[in-house]
C-alpha cells in the first residue's frame, strides 16, 4: 500500500498565483485531514473531511478551499497566494471514530511550498 | 480546545530509557491521549494512544496518571533513530491540536 501520497513535494509561487496541492490515500479512511506547519511550530488544521461530499474548516482556513468527490483524494486549493501561506502542508487521512476513541492519523510526507 | 504541555526539549543517552512527559490538566472525560514523532523532514508518525489504563506496543509504552491529568510515554532503549519531535495530543472529535511538541536528542 502506497498509505498518503501527496503532490508536489516542493513548488515555488509568486504572489496572487493559484495551485492545487493534491492528496490521495488507498487506505479506504472516510477522514481526510489538511494541515500546515510553519518552521519551528507544531501542526495547524486547515480543513477536513469525514466523508465524500462533507467537509468542514480548522483552525487556519482562510485563503484555503477544499472539496471532497472521492473517498480517495482530498485537493486542497489556494486561489491568490500569499507570503504567508509559505509552509509545509501535510494531509492525512483515518478511519472514523469509534465511539469517543479517536483512530491514529496517518500521514503524507508534506508538500514544501514557497509564495514569493 | 484540548491544551497539552510539555517540555521543549530533552536529552538523553543511546540505549537508556527515555520518559517524556505531558500535562494535560484541562482533559475531559472522553479525550483520548495520543502520541505522535516528527523524524526530520517527514510527516507526523503514530506512536501510541489510551485513555485510562496504561498501554503499550511495539513502540513505547504509555503511563497515564490516575487522575488523568498527565501522562507518560517511555522509549524503553532509545536509539539515534528516536531522536524526533514528541506530540502529546488530545483526540477529541475525531481533531487533533498539535502543541509544539519536546524535541528529543539523543547523544550516542
Known amino acids: 500500500n502506497a498509505g498518503v501520497t501527496q503532490t508536489p513535494k516542493f513548488r515555488i509561487l509568486k504572489i496572487g498565483q493559484s495551485m492545487t496541492l493534491q492528496c490521495a490515500q488507498d487506505?479506504?479512511?472516510?477522514?481526510m485531514y489538511w494541515y500546515r506547519q510553519d518552521p519551528g511550530m507544531g501542526l495547524k488544521l486547515i480543513y477536513y473531511?469525514?466523508?465524500?461530499?462533507?467537509?468542514d474548516k480548522g483552525e487556519v482556513p482562510n485563503g484555503y478551499n477544499v472539496s471532497r468527490s472521492t473517498t480517495e483524494d482530498f485537493p486542497l486549493r489556494l486561489e491568490l497566494a500569499a507570503p504567508s501561506q509559505t509552509s509545509v502542508y501535510f494531509c492525512?487521512?483515518?478511519?472514523?471514530?469509534?465511539?469517543?476513541?479517536?483512530?491514529?492519523?496517518?500521514f503524507g510526507d508534506g508538500t514544501r511550498l514557497s509564495i514569493l | 480546545d484540548a491544551k497539552t504541555t510539555q517540555p521543549n526539549s530533552m536529552e538523553s543517552n543511546e540505549e537508556e530509557p527515555v520518559h517524556l512527559p505531558c500535562n494535560h490538566s484541562?482533559?475531559?472525560?472522553?479525550?483520548?491521549i495520543h502520541w505522535y514523532r516528527q523524524l526530520p523532514s517527514q510527516g507526523p508518525e503514530y506512536v501510541i494512544h489510551?485513555?485510562?489504563s496504561n498501554v503499550n506496543n511495539r513502540m513505547a509504552s504509555l503511563a497515564i496518571a490516575e487522575d488523568r491529568k498527565s501522562s507518560t510515554l517511555i522509549l524503553h532503549r532509545a536509539t539515534l533513530r528516536d531522536a524526533a519531535v514528541y506530540y502529546c495530543?488530545?483526540?477529541?472529535?475525531?481533531?487533533?491540536?498539535f502543541g509544539k511538541g519536546t524535541r528529543l536528542h539523543i547523544l550516542p
Open positions: 495530543i488530545l483526540n477529541r472529535d475525531d481533531k487533533i491540536i
Open positions: 489510551g485513555l485510562t
Open positions: 487506505m479506504n479512511h472516510n477522514y
Open positions: 492525512a487521512s483515518s478511519y472514523p471514530t469509534l465511539g469517543p476513541d479517536g483512530q491514529p492519523q496517518h
Open positions: 484541562t482533559i475531559s472525560g472522553t479525550d483520548y
Open positions: 473531511s469525514v466523508g465524500a461530499g462533507i467537509t
